[in-house]
């Protein structure tokens, strides 16, 4: 038994933050944060908004989208570092709004949280799950310091899921590798109820190495080469990490799918919210190779290969804010 993503869903708060907006708030202008980063601007939750309202609305079209029941759902789970509280999961919160049968567990593997997810859900598909509502979704906003310029520039709010369900044979998942680095746990962290702190340029260092290593070990497992990959949805977190990546893996730089400038780092949401907006913009056919990699605190990483095909897209897709 193999799983198969069947839907999409994508939720990203109405209020967008500009490079502007932040320099009115700490010491940065927009072409700093351009040429460093590539953010123009990003979203962030509302006074009112909170992770689990996105999740529930991200979860909710992915759903819709499905063409299934809330009662055809056996698990979801919720790919986030940044829960309402320590307890309950917020996918309990999760199942109750949306009306879902099953189990409901939170993984926490920060910026690689979906990818991680993607992994978890295909494996309990492959030992007997049927249906798995996937969602990755996190306020970073509410962790980060805002008067420190190192960070509040980087962060953003959102939410992505997608519906997986079970397929004979191998199905659309074909390769992935999951690591981390805990002797790098120290390098990006935020103390409950404390805010991020970060030595950003370790951080991007060891980002560009693992990503790519990880990338090569996910294609090496599936027996294909880089050339093979029709695109690469990388986390968006800064746009010189991507290229840097882009350029070792040997990639043809108009592959790589690159939103951080207007998705800011969403950390779970990430790479769902990339995906959906690259399949959104009609940039991926059936049978592509699609590679996804997340990287992020622990210090974590992980990589998925995805044999495309096309799943039904939520209305309102990754473009459209608020509701
Ligand atoms: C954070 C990051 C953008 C900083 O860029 P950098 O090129 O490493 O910049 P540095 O920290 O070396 O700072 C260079 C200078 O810019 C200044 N600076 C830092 N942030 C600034 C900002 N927002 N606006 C203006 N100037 C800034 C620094 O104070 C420093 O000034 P100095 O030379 O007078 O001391 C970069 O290291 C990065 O993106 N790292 C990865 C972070 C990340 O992706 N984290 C999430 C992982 S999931």
């Known amino acids: 038994m193999g799983s198969k993503i069947v839907s999409f869903g994508h939720y990203q708060p109405a209020r967008v933050l500009t490079n502007d907006d932040l320099a009115q708030m700490v010491d940065t202008n927009d072409e700093w944060i351009q040429s460093r980063v590539g953010i123009k601007e990003r979203r962030v939750a ?3 908004e909170s992770v689990e309202d996105m999740a529930v609305q991200a979860g909710g079209k992915a759903l819709a989208a499905s063409g299934l029941s809330a009662g055809d759902i056996d698990l979801v789970i919720v790919a986030t570092c940044t829960p309402d509280q320590v307890m309950p999961a917020t996918a309990a919160t999760v199942q109750d709004a949306l009306g879902v049968a099953g189990g409901a567990v939170d993984v926490n593997a920060v910026c690689s949280g979906f990818v991680y997810g993607l992994a978890v859900g295909a494996g309990m598909v492959a030992t007997g799950l049927q249906r798995v509502l996937l969602i990755g979704a996190d306020t970073m906003s509410r962790i980060v310091d805002w008067d420190d310029r190192g960070t509040a520039i980087l962060f953003a709010d959102g939410a992505g899921a997608v519906g997986l369900d079970a397929v004979d044979g191998p199905g659309d998942l074909l390769a992935y590798d999951l690591d981390n680095d805990g002797t790098g746990r120290h390098l990006l962290t935020a103390d409950i109820g404390g805010t991020i702190e970060m030595d950003g340029r370790e951080v991007f260092r ?83 190779l699609v590679l996804l990699i997340g990287f992020g605190a622990g210090m974590s990483v992980a990589s998925a290969l995805v044999r495309w095909h096309e799943p039904a897209i939520a209305p309102g897709g990754p473009g459209e804010a608020g509701a």
């Open 46 to 48: 509302g006074a009112e």
């Open 206 to 288: 060891r980002a560009v190495r693992t990503t790519t290593d990880s990338a090569l070990r996910t294609l090496a497992k599936a027996g294909v080469t880089v050339d093979d990959l029709a695109l690469l949805v990388p986390h968006q977190a800064n746009v010189r990490i991507i290229d840097a990546v882009t350029q070792r893996l040997g990639l043809d730089p108009s592959r790589a799918v690159v939103t951080v400038d207007h998705h800011g780092n969403t950390s779970a949401a990430s790479v769902p919210l990339a995906l959906g907006e690259a399949a959104d913009a009609g940039r991926l056919a059936t049978g592509d």
